[in-house]
């Protein structure tokens, strides 16, 4: 350290210490004491529970977090584990505070206009700034939640501050110092990389300091920094309750490291949507206020114009201020095409540039003012202003984001557990509810609740299937299926009725398989699965042609009690987008139908309903010779949907079979050949009706009266237009005539 600069760097740091502390007790009044779901923090459920059972979050599983969270629940015993993990967010943000300061204050000190005044600028204005870091929309709303961007933002802020030690006071530990933070912030959230274009920038400008000793010194260091990796294979080995990916082998650890689940929604949306986004997603006017963009920008221009016209862009100061650029500009570039909902966060370390700008131009701006100005040339009267002036709109960020009262969460996953028998699984949808449970579970619950929580739209994955029975060995698993509803509705079928089953939804699937029982009058309730009442079998009705067909063996006991008569349409089709042969369905709602092709009027009661499995199915038909068979079907089961596509086979008693296909309306028959390029057969010859594209479908087909029909097997060969929902069949009456 320079010669004369002891001094004030004490009163930099007793300043800093003193806003750090301050900063911290501000953020306990805001603090929720327990899990919440505010200020985009539905994911601090998973890591509670998972720093409680040492299991591993979603990616990119973040394990350094993981493990000063469990530290810190070790080191600190009071409270929940809600309110301590909220309270490290807390540590975190206002030790970051402390770091912002020590920047500011060193960056001030190299600025010609301002680098004589420290008792003013230098010391006065880190402050304010500081201020307006600690009340900026998303650095305030991240720093009393459980969630990552906290120590994000610390392990930011201190790579700066010692890469800027190392820069002016030529110590090489400080440079080994940053490579090992480099090495932790990647091993704790890849938004680290933002850092790598201003380190980049102070070794190139630098590279006569360093040699290979150093270089290889520094990259071992790195290493090192990455070592709490090596808890996602060791810990997953073991098999925790909670491990997504289950990272033991390498394609897999290298699967969440990489985040390969949500590597789709990079560049995913067209250029203007982006924009709209950004727009909607800054909120700029929330971070630094608008007069705090306009310095934000005139300081980056002014700096690096005056350096390149001074021939001095490849200073200590210019260097840092170009590579600083560089990195909020990539920052932006690459969070701006990040398509996800809590995409704010991901801005943090472009906010904590824009303030470092922010700071240097209102210096600037400050002595300017004082040098032309005929009025109080000594006051600080610009520095009052300007902290009203920039202050002023982030007030209202303390309101938007006190989670103090906001208990939702908390509420939820209470009653949840009190309302769950024991040994009970619940079937969660959604990241918030599910991990809120998974919290709740293993963490205040861990010794008391045998409850079980599995996530549904984890079916997808291959590693979840595999993963559950050794954690919940008490249900039976069915095959693996590419369709989420069609397993989900497999598991329910293989464990109703041995378990108490939960939803925490009224979820389409379940509610038209089973019966939805609310437990609770709440804004979110829980909903206990049951066995839908059983209908009479009805083989015949009084005319004898005519055949109800019970296929509850097929159709897992799905029963509908509600008669409806063929001749009224209900719901609005929309386009059906997709078909695929071997694609198969368990959605369906029941709707009012259509007339059937044979013209009656009958009031078909709807005795049965069968949603198409994996499998075809066979219904036995009446063995007389008969030149017709008609039947009613859906052709789509749900709002969305247009129709179906169906094949269909008549077998004959002598062995003999004839084949036919259904399209529940003609779009969707052109459409299936035109998708696959094959040559459509002669319409007359396809069986199809319903042209409106109408949800029920009546179908005659006609037989060989020569012979006694024996069954007719049906077999779904239609698909939706979004994964894990396909069209769904129910069968209604057959008649023979």
Same mark, same amino acid.
């Given at each position: 350290?320079?010669?004369?600069? !002891?001094?004030?760097?004490?009163?930099?740091?007793?300043?800093?210490?003193?806003?750090?502390?301050?900063?911290?007790?501000?953020?306990?009044?805001?603090?929720?004491?327990?899990?919440?779901?505010?200020?985009?923090?539905?994911?601090?459920?998973?890591?509670?529970?998972?720093?409680?059972?040492?299991?591993?979050?979603?990616?990119?599983?973040?394990?350094?977090?993981?493990?000063?969270?469990?530290?810190?629940? %070790?080191?600190?015993?009071?409270?929940?584990?809600?309110?301590?993990?909220?309270?490290?967010?807390?540590?975190?943000?206002?030790?970051?505070?402390?770091?912002?300061?020590?920047?500011?204050? #060193?960056?001030?000190?190299?600025?010609?206009?301002?680098?004589?005044?420290?008792?003013?600028?230098?010391?006065?204005?880190?402050?304010?700034?500081?201020?307006?870091?600690?009340?900026?929309?998303?650095?305030?709303?991240?720093?009393?939640?459980?969630?990552?961007?906290?120590?994000?933002?610390?392990?930011?802020?201190?790579?700066?501050?010692?890469?800027?030690?190392?820069?002016?006071?030529?110590?090489?530990?400080?440079?080994?110092?940053?490579?090992?933070?480099?090495?932790?912030?990647?091993?704790?959230?890849?938004?680290?990389?933002?850092?790598?274009?201003?380190? %980049?920038?102070?070794?190139?400008?630098?590279?006569?300091?360093?040699?290979? #000793?150093?270089?290889?010194?520094?990259?071992?260091?790195?290493?090192?920094?990455?070592?709490?990796?090596?808890?996602?294979?060791?810990?997953?080995?073991?098999?925790?309750?909670?491990?997504?990916?289950?990272?033991?082998?390498?394609?897999?650890?290298?699967?969440?490291? !990489?985040?390969?689940?949500?590597?789709?929604?990079?560049?995913?949306?067209?250029?203007?949507?982006?924009?709209?986004?950004?727009?909607?997603?800054?909120?700029?006017?929330?971070?630094?206020?608008?007069?705090?963009?306009?310095?934000?920008?005139?300081?980056?221009?002014?700096?690096?114009?005056?350096?390149?016209?001074?021939?001095?862009?490849?200073?200590?100061?210019?260097?840092?201020?170009?590579?600083?650029?560089?990195?909020?500009?990539?920052?932006?570039?690459?969070?701006?095409?990040?398509?996800?909902?809590?995409?704010?966060?991901?801005?943090?370390?472009?906010?904590?540039?824009?303030?470092?700008?922010?700071?240097?131009?209102?210096?600037?701006?400050?002595?300017?003012?004082?040098?032309?100005?005929?009025?109080?040339?000594?006051?600080? %009267?610009?520095?009052?202003?300007?902290?009203?002036?920039?202050?002023?709109?982030?007030?209202?960020?303390?309101?938007?984001?006190?989670? #103090?009262?906001?208990?939702?969460?908390?509420?939820?996953?209470?009653?949840?557990?009190?309302?769950?028998?024991?040994?009970?699984?619940?079937?969660?949808?959604?990241?918030?509810? !599910?991990?809120?449970?998974?919290?709740? #579970?293993?963490?205040?619950?861990?010794?008391?609740?045998?409850?079980?929580?599995?996530?549904?739209?984890?079916?997808?994955?291959?590693?979840?299937?595999?993963?559950?029975?050794?954690?919940?060995?008490?249900?039976?698993?069915?095959?693996?299926?590419?369709?989420?509803?069609?397993?989900?509705?497999?598991?329910?079928?293989?464990?109703?009725?041995?378990?108490?089953?939960?939803?925490?939804?009224?979820?389409?699937?379940?509610?038209?398989?089973?019966?939805?029982?609310?437990?609770?009058?709440?804004?979110?309730?829980?909903?206990?699965?049951?066995?839908?009442?059983?209908?009479?079998?009805?083989?015949?009705?009084?005319?004898?042609?005519?055949?109800?067909?019970?296929?509850?063996?097929?159709?897992?006991?799905?029963?509908?009690?509600?008669?409806?008569?063929?001749?009224?349409?209900?719901?609005?089709?929309?386009?059906?987008?997709?078909?695929?042969?071997?694609?198969?369905?368990?959605?369906?709602?029941?709707?009012?139908?259509?007339?059937?092709?044979?013209?009656?009027?009958?009031?078909?009661?709807?005795?049965?309903?069968?949603?198409?499995?994996?499998?075809?199915?066979?219904?036995?038909?009446?063995?007389?010779?008969?030149?017709?068979?008609?039947?009613?079907?859906?052709?789509?089961?749900?709002?969305?949907?247009?129709?179906?596509?169906? $094949?269909?086979?008549?077998?004959?008693?002598?062995?003999?079979?004839?084949?036919?296909?259904?399209?529940?309306?003609?779009?969707?028959?052109?459409?299936?050949?035109?998708?696959?390029?094959?040559?459509?057969?002669?319409?007359? $010859?396809?069986?199809?009706?319903?042209?409106?594209?109408?949800?029920?479908?009546?179908?005659?087909?006609?037989?060989?009266?020569?012979?006694?029909?024996?069954?007719?097997?049906?077999?779904?060969?239609?698909?939706?237009?979004?994964?894990?929902?396909?069209?769904?069949?129910?069968?209604?009456?057959? !008649?023979?005539?």
């Amino acid at each position: 350290m320079q010669k004369g600069l !002891t001094a004030e760097y004490k009163t930099s740091f007793y300043f800093a210490i003193s806003l750090s502390v301050i900063c911290f007790f501000f953020f306990q009044f805001l603090m929720a004491d327990d899990i919440t779901w505010t200020n985009w923090g539905e994911d601090g459920g998973d890591f509670l529970a998972c720093a409680s059972i040492l299991g591993i979050p979603h990616p990119t599983s973040y394990p350094f977090y993981t493990l000063l969270l469990k530290a810190f629940f %070790l080191i600190f015993p009071f409270g929940n584990i809600g309110f301590r993990g909220n309270l490290l967010s807390s540590v975190f943000a206002s030790s970051g505070i402390y770091f912002f300061y020590m920047i500011t204050s #060193r960056l001030l000190s190299f600025i010609p206009q301002v680098k004589k005044d420290r008792k003013g600028v230098i010391y006065g204005l880190p402050l304010l700034v500081c201020i307006i870091l600690a009340l900026s929309r998303i650095f305030l709303s991240q720093a009393i939640i459980t969630e990552v961007y906290s120590l994000n933002a610390l392990i930011f802020l201190m790579s700066i501050h010692f890469l800027l030690k190392w820069v002016f006071e030529k110590k090489t530990n400080y440079l080994i110092f940053v490579f090992y933070l480099l090495g932790l912030g990647f091993s704790h959230h890849g938004s680290i990389i933002f850092f790598i274009p201003l380190l %980049l920038s102070v070794l190139i400008r630098f590279k006569k300091r360093l040699n290979a #000793r150093i270089a290889f010194f520094s990259i071992f260091i790195w290493l090192i920094g990455l070592t709490p990796y090596l808890y996602d294979p060791l810990r997953a080995i073991q098999n925790p309750h909670l491990s997504w990916g289950t990272p033991y082998c390498f394609s897999k650890f290298y699967w969440i490291i !990489t985040a390969s689940q949500y590597r789709y929604r990079m560049f995913s949306r067209p250029f203007m949507e982006s924009l709209r986004k950004f727009r909607s997603s800054y909120h700029i006017e929330q971070q630094i206020g608008y007069l705090g963009v306009f310095i934000f920008i005139w300081t980056a221009i002014t700096l690096l114009s005056r350096f390149k016209k001074a021939g001095r862009i490849r200073s200590n100061f210019g260097i840092i201020v170009m590579g600083l650029s560089l990195s909020f500009l990539a920052n932006l570039i690459y969070s701006f095409n990040y398509n996800i909902a809590d995409i704010n966060a991901y801005y943090i370390p472009g906010y904590i540039i824009a303030c470092i700008f922010l700071c240097l131009g209102t210096g600037i701006l400050i002595k300017i003012w004082q040098e032309s100005s005929i009025f109080y040339p000594k006051s600080y %009267l610009p520095l009052v202003i300007t902290l009203v002036l920039l202050t002023a709109p982030l007030i209202l960020n303390i309101r938007k984001c006190n989670s #103090r009262t906001k208990q939702d969460a908390k509420e939820f996953t209470t009653e949840v557990f009190n309302a769950a028998k024991p040994n009970g699984v619940i079937l969660s949808e959604y990241d918030g509810r !599910t991990f809120g449970l998974w919290y709740k #579970r293993y963490g205040p619950l861990k010794d008391k609740s045998q409850v079980f929580i599995i996530y549904k739209y984890l079916f997808i994955w291959d590693w979840y299937l595999e993963h559950l029975p050794k954690v919940a060995s008490r249900l039976l698993y069915p095959p693996k299926s590419p369709i989420v509803d069609a397993y989900l509705c497999d598991l329910i079928t293989l464990n109703i009725g041995r378990l108490p089953l939960y939803m925490v939804r009224e979820d389409p699937v379940i509610k038209t398989n089973w019966d939805l029982v609310r437990l609770y009058d709440a804004k979110m309730p829980l909903y206990e699965i049951k066995e839908k009442a059983r209908l009479p079998e009805v083989k015949y009705s009084a005319k004898e042609d005519t055949m109800f067909i019970d296929i509850s063996t097929f159709a897992n006991s799905c029963y509908s009690q509600d008669p409806f008569r063929i001749g009224d349409v209900s719901g609005k089709p929309n386009h059906f987008i997709g078909l695929d042969e071997g694609e198969y369905n368990y959605q369906g709602i029941p709707f009012k139908f259509m007339k059937a092709v044979t013209g009656k009027e009958n009031k078909f009661n709807c005795i049965s309903t069968c949603f198409l499995s994996r499998t075809s199915f066979k219904i036995p038909l009446v063995q007389k010779r008969s030149k017709h068979l008609a039947f009613a079907l859906t052709g789509g089961a749900i709002a969305n949907y247009k129709g179906a596509v169906l $094949k269909l086979k008549v077998i004959y008693k002598d062995g003999m079979n004839d084949d036919f296909v259904l399209y529940s309306c003609k779009d969707i028959y052109e459409y299936g050949f035109k998708k696959y390029g094959a040559e459509a057969p002669p319409l007359e $010859k396809i069986i199809w009706q319903n042209k409106k594209g109408a949800f029920i479908t009546g179908c005659e087909i006609d037989l060989d009266n020569e012979r006694i029909p024996e069954k007719l097997v049906i077999r779904n060969a239609g698909i939706a237009n979004n994964a894990g929902v396909y069209p769904g069949v129910i069968i209604f009456a057959v !008649t023979q005539y």
